[in-house]
């Protein structure tokens, strides 16, 4: 696909808006319910990288960094919504005293340890299951492969030895 495509898909879809939060719309083209249906791999697959906090909500959304996407889904013991309302605008610093009535002991000490900018950064979404932090289609279909996020632990399935083995060659397949 060549970015005019892109932009007319863009343009059409989702706008001013941002992928994540496009819908699928009536009657959509096939390219576009294909692309559609990947955003799910891409949300199972990836975490926020925390900037500023402005975009990230703190509940029910993968932003503790580490190999595997990690969502907090404690019972919400105040008001906070975005992950901004924990980072003190001035110094840059967490606000330790809200982090603390917020979360568990561990929690606490896990998101303290996440560094913050000393400048207004946006938030980025990264991919965790590469060490390079970036999707492409072979890791999505990777992932795939091991199983869906979603199970009650979150715990990934391991692919036989057999399936390995596939895998490599199917990737190392010249197409054109």
Known sequence: M???QAHALKEKYYGSSEFLKAELGSQPLAIWRSIWAAKGLLLKGSSWQVGNGKSIL??????FPGDRPYIISLPRVNKVIFLAEL????SGKWKKSVVSTTFSEQEFRRILSIPLVQYDL???LRWCHE????YTVCNGYRLLLRGFLGTENDLYNDI???KQIFYKQLWQTNVI
């Open 2 to 4: 060549d970015r005019i």
């Open 58 to 63: 703190v509940w029910n959304v993968a932003w």
């Open 87 to 90: 980072i003190d605008e001035q």
């Open 122 to 124: 946006s938030d980025r």
């Open 131 to 134: 060490k390079f932090r970036e």
């Open 160 to 162: 036989g030895p057999k």
